[in-house]
């Protein structure tokens, strides 16, 4: 089980919970109340290994649809990406994680998406293949990413 800690984060109420089963893809989004003007967007998405380009394209199609539709709120987006030829180096001063552009389409794609929605991949926890399929995408800073087996 991994967990991810967003500092600063104080739960007020949950305001809307959407699922998206668009395709293969699959995102479930719940909205967060943080105070009387801002909103925390939390999505859990699910990207199958026989999923296509156009498949993530449409859930990053959502990830972009939130984050545009909502500027001032902070989003978090946890889940298995299932992209395995990505390599994520640590950045050098910060806690978050920066990707060496692949040749497959995914790749591309994801890291494209990612970039320009300016939101950073903090998850630096392999899986026993030394595969880091399960990402961490946040637009707030500092956020820590821990392995805890049970």
């Known amino acids: 089980m991994y967990v991810a800690f967003v ?9 809307s919970l959407h ?4 395709g293969i893809c699959q995102d479930l989004w719940i909205s967060i109340n943080i105070g009387s003007s801002r909103q925390f967007h939390l999505c ?3 990207v199958p290994p026989y999923a296509s380009v156009e498949n ?6 959502n990830v972009s649809a939130v984050r545009q539709n909502h500027e ?4 978090l987006v946890i889940g298995d990406y299932n992209i395995p030829n990505i390599s994520w180096t640590k950045h050098n001063s910060n806690n978050y994680y920066r990707a060496f552009i692949t040749t497959d389409g995914f790749g591309e794609s994801l890291i494209d998406s990612f970039n320009y929605l300016e939101v950073q991949q903090y998850n ?10 399960d990402l961490v995408f946040c637009s707030i800073d500092h956020v820590f ?3 805890h087996i049970y």
């Open 7 to 15: 500092p600063r984060l104080i739960l007020m109420s949950i305001i």
């Open 19 to 22: 699922c998206q089963c668009e």
């Open 44 to 46: 859990c998405v699910y």
């Open 56 to 61: 993530l394209k449409t859930h990053l199609h």
């Open 72 to 75: 001032k709120d902070d989003i």
């Open 124 to 133: 630096g926890v392999y899986n026993n293949n030394g595969k880091l399929l």
């Open 145 to 147: 990413v821990n392995l």
